[in-house]
């Protein structure tokens, strides 16, 4: 599971979770890398300054 980490409509990173498929409940991952990835995103973009460049 990834998703992307953008500045603006910039994609400046990604996100990704790498686990194992057996014994582990479905649909957990993609929501909480989702909501991580856009939390980050928010953030960037409250910033102003591009400190990763």
Known sequence: MA?????GDEVV???S?????????????GPAVRATARAISRRLSQDGERRYR
Request: net charge negative.
């Open 17 to 29: 979770v790498v686990a194992p498929t057996s014994g582990l409940p479905d649909g957990g991952y």
């Open 13 to 15: 990173a990604a996100l």
């Open 3 to 7: 998703a992307p980490v953008r500045d």
